[in-house]
């Protein structure tokens, strides 16, 4: 079950990462706060996270992603899911609506502009739900310690699913332009579709006093 924790934020706030494939330059990824404001009723912030590869890398695999999450700011839960992925020949969209008055995700295919919704449909939830994206900053509403382990209830592709993510050890990390921060470094367990697609280990070093996201190594199916 989702443990309620408040959510605090800088609207702007805005995190640039430089992608790598096997020691290579190949891309960027930025998370960025637009706005804290009403939605359905509750106070909630609207995150975006862009991934796009650079020209060099763009020649074998291309990749021009987008996602949205609304996170209520109250209770740290995702209220709104919207995934575009374009990456090669890939080709993936998923709008979600979580309902929690009546236990429902909704999922809707969606068209751009003043079209109607394509097709609708429902999903049973127990609780409240993060999705792929809004995960990331429930872990800066809690407190972490080498040994911990954290456990949430992420729904995408239709399915809730379990993330255990487990701290391992303190690290200190060298970062270009900031020097060395102490971090914490957390070993992800999750079988979800996500942002990144996996096929091996993901190890994340969190700065340990905000638990912003520092530095992630994951495999996936490029290299």
């Known amino acids: 079950r989702h443990q309620m924790r408040a959510l605090e934020l800088v ?11 096997s020691g290579m330059p190949a891309g960027s990824s930025t998370l960025c706060v637009k706005w ?17 590869s650079n020209k060099l890398s763009g020649l074998a695999y291309s990749v021009e992603d987008k996602t ?5 700011s109250k209770g740290c839960f995702s209220r709104l899911f919207q995934m575009s992925k374009c990456e090669n020949r890939i080709r993936q969209t998923e709008y979600i609506r979580f309902d929690y008055e009546d236990d429902l995700a909704v999922y809707e295919q969606r068209r751009p502009g003043p079209f109607p919704t394509r097709s609708r449909k429902l ?14 900053y429930y872990l800066r509403t809690t407190p972490l310690s080498p040994g911990d382990t954290l456990r949430m209830p992420v729904h995408t592709a239709r399915r809730t699913w379990p993330l255990v993510v487990e701290v391992v050890r303190r690290e200190e990390l060298e970062i270009p332009g900031f020097g060395r921060l102490q971090t914490l ?12 697609v996996r096929k091996g280990r993901m190890v994340i070093w969190l700065e340990e006093e905000t638990r912003i996201p520092l530095r992630m190594n994951v495999d996936i199916p490029i290299g």
């Not at 609207?11 to 494939?21: P, S, T």
Request: aromatic share 12%; with cysteine.
């Open 11 to 21: 609207e702007g706030e805005r995190l640039v990462y430089d992608i790598k494939w």
């Open 36 to 52: 804290k404001r009403d939605f359905e009723g509750a106070e909630a912030y609207h995150i975006e996270c862009e991934t796009r």
């Open 68 to 72: 949205i999450s609304i996170v209520d």
């Open 123 to 136: 999903v049973h939830i127990e609780g409240f739900m993060q999705d792929p994206l809004s995960c990331v």
């Open 185 to 196: 470094r957390v070993e992800p367990t999750m079988n979800f579709p996500g942002i990144f």
